[in-house]
């Protein structure tokens, strides 16, 4: 009879030790991120994602990043369309605030080259739809010195501006 209750008891005394509660432990402080030095594509785009990945409080759908390499308004062998990187993501972006943007999701953007991506995001944002970006967030990594003029186009389509200095 008693190998009968063993398993019983074994399970109830789970239940019981799942009910209590650990001693709370110290918050692990994140580390402070360092924007890479150079134009490394792969190294600027890892650091993107850990930025991003640090500010995505009150996303609830989707996030969209949009990144550009340095020297992206210079004519590659891959554009043989006759545009170049900046011009087929601003076309990209372009489309995406005139359609509008759900609440609960994001656009990330950054770039080694701040200033154009700040071009890029003013100018993208220009002409938005009424509310075009309501209860969505924008998300802008780069120069301090770019922040207040990508900020008041964003607020203007009706986002949420959040920004990071890439430092």
């Known amino acids: 009879m008693n190998r009968a209750f063993a398993p019983l008891a074994i399970l109830l005394s789970l239940t019981l030790l799942s009910g209590c509660k650990k001693a709370e432990e110290a918050p692990v402080a994140e580390a402070a991120l360092v924007a890479p030095t150079g134009s490394d594509d792969m190294a600027w785009k890892e650091y993107l994602g850990k930025v991003v990945g640090q500010n995505q409080a009150g996303v609830t759908d989707r996030i969209f990043p949009y990144y550009l390499p340095m020297n992206s308004t210079t004519p590659t062998a891959e554009d043989q369309d006759g545009k170049t990187q900046y011009d ?44 075009a970006l309501k209860g969505s967030q924008v998300l802008f990594i780069g120069s301090t010195a770019d922040s207040a003029r990508v900020q008041a186009a964003v607020e203007a389509a009706g986002a949420k501006f959040i920004f990071v200095e890439a430092k």
């Open 88 to 131: 087929r993501q601003l076309d990209n972006v372009t489309a995406v605030v005139q359609r509008t943007v759900l609440p609960g999701n994001m656009l990330a953007f950054g770039s080694p080259d701040s200033t154009k991506m700040a071009d890029l995001i003013v100018t993208a944002f220009a002409e938005p739809q009424p509310d």
